[in-house]
């Protein structure tokens, strides 16, 4: 019949639905899948639904008694209209059901944003669209959606993902973002507009740190930076990772909102608006944890390789030093040398035992240059525990 028709392989078995599914038909449906699935039943199932335009309460009780005999159903491409009666009947939470998405290319498109997660390009003059480095991402566009949601809803100003697209081997959102352009293109192109850039980007950071946020809707910055803690301790000396632990243990827990991927590459100027982007990174927890990802991304990551900070940001090393030093006697209020020195030297041990996380996790493919940095960034945390007491600023 013309509603069903099926592929197989040794992995599973795709059943094809197309045209209308209801009353009518539903019952020659359900036993043309049971003459294709016969014998098969090892083989998961999948019904793709690209070419259904239709389906009734008969053909979701057929859907249902399938689900039943296969738990790992999957319903995949489904066409908006389709999906959203899957979704108005709560389907969606019962089984797998993958909406069909529209096909973007960023092939040539410029990059406004980027996180550890993946890019943002610009589409066009109205819209840009997130890429996803996570092949299977579409539980991450939906954790971004929904803390974005809530930081826009808690006053962050912030792009809104309208739309989710297929961008190569991976998903996308795209958002509204209207004249973009981010706050490391203006650092790169027009320096006589550093200071107001720092006091742009110091006021936005003073603004979500200042917010407070519900009971259980963002992820604890302090338990992330214990596990990295966990992870990497080990390579020092016994004394010295306990104290590690001790210090960051002894940082309280906090409700309010810390971005986790604060950097000028993630602040853009729309129009005449300061906005916030990449907020996959959204959490909560003390200040120190976002300057401690602002030192990273200004001077950590670079610090052994000026030109690294180039290729990130777009502009040179000095820059990004200058800014970050400008950025944090801003955010601190002071222009004391010696202060800002030891709110460094505090920022700099949790900086450090992130970096030697990172490099463990994700080894640079020059083991010299990565060897060089591990024993610099090892040296420099041991030589400044040996020094302080507390992470507190």
Same mark, same amino acid.
Do not use: C, H
């Given at each position: 019949?013309? *509603? !069903?028709?099926?592929? /197989? &392989?040794?992995?599973?078995?795709?059943?094809?639905?197309?045209?209308?599914?209801?009353?009518?038909?539903?019952?020659?449906?359900?036993?043309?899948?049971?003459?294709?699935?016969?014998?098969?039943?090892?083989?998961?199932?999948?019904?793709?639904?690209?070419?259904?335009?239709?389906?009734?309460?008969?053909?979701?009780?057929?859907?249902?008694?399938?689900?039943?005999?296969?738990?790992?159903?999957?319903?995949?491409?489904?066409?908006? *209209? !389709?999906?959203?009666? /899957? &979704?108005?009947?709560g389907f969606t939470e019962m089984m797998e059901i993958e909406k069909a998405y529209r096909t973007v290319s960023v092939e040539g498109c410029e990059v406004i944003g980027e996180g550890f997660n993946g890019k943002v390009y610009r589409l066009d003059e109205d819209t840009v669209v997130k890429t996803y480095k996570n092949a299977d991402a579409l539980a991450d566009i939906q954790h971004e959606r929904e803390v974005a949601k809530l930081a826009l809803i808690l006053g962050v100003p912030t792009a809104i993902s309208y739309d989710v697209v297929r961008v190569g081997d991976s998903y996308g959102s795209v958002?509204?973002?209207?004249?973009?352009?981010s706050f490391a293109k203006i650092l790169a192109g027009e320096p006589e507009r550093f200071d107001w850039c720092v006091k742009e980007y110091v006021n936005m950071l003073k603004k979500i740190h200042s917010i407070s946020v519900p009971e259980g809707k963002l992820p604890s910055m302090k338990e992330?930076?214990?596990?990295?803690?966990?992870?990497?301790?080990?390579?020092?000396?016994?004394?010295?990772?306990?104290?590690?632990?001790?210090l960051a243990e002894e940082i309280p827990e906090s409700d309010r909102m810390v971005h986790g991927d604060y950097h000028t590459k993630n602040i853009v100027l729309a129009g005449d608006e300061v906005l916030v982007i990449d907020m996959d990174t959204l959490s909560v927890g003390c200040p120190i944890f976002d300057l401690m990802q602002m030192y990273n991304?200004?001077?950590?990551?670079?610090?052994?390789?000026?030109?690294?900070?180039?290729?990130?940001?777009?502009?040179?090393a000095e820059i990004a030093r200058r800014f970050w030093q400008a950025s944090l006697s801003a955010y601190l209020g002071t222009q004391e040398e010696e202060t800002l020195r030891k709110a460094e030297?505090?920022?700099?041990?949790?900086?450090?035992?992130?970096?030697?996380?990172?490099?463990?996790?994700?080894?640079?493919?020059?083991?010299?240059?990565?060897?060089?940095?591990?024993?610099?960034?090892?040296?420099?945390?041991?030589?400044?525990?040996?020094?302080?007491?507390?992470?507190?600023?």
């Open positions: 019949m013309k *509603e !069903v028709s099926a592929v /197989f &392989d040794n992995k599973k078995t795709t059943i094809f639905l197309s045209g209308r599914i209801d009353s009518g038909n539903a019952g020659a449906v359900e036993a043309e899948i049971a003459r294709f699935t016969e014998g098969k039943n090892d083989l998961p199932l999948e019904l793709d639904a690209a070419a259904l335009e239709y389906i009734s309460s008969a053909g979701l009780r057929v859907i249902l008694r399938l689900k039943k005999a296969n738990p790992a159903l999957r319903v995949i491409n489904v066409q908006p *209209e !389709v999906y959203e009666i /899957f &979704d108005m009947t958002f509204e973002l209207l004249r973009a352009r992330k930076t214990l596990a990295v803690i966990g992870r990497m301790r080990g390579i020092l000396p016994q004394e010295s990772g306990d104290k590690l632990q001790r991304s200004y001077v950590g990551y670079s610090e052994l390789d000026p030109a690294a900070v180039l290729a990130f940001q777009g502009y040179p030297d505090k920022i700099r041990i949790l900086s450090y035992a992130d970096l030697i996380d990172w490099s463990i996790r994700y080894p640079d493919s020059d083991e010299k240059k990565n060897s060089e940095a591990f024993e610099y960034r090892k040296a420099a945390l041991m030589g400044l525990l040996q020094k302080t007491d507390t992470l507190l600023l």
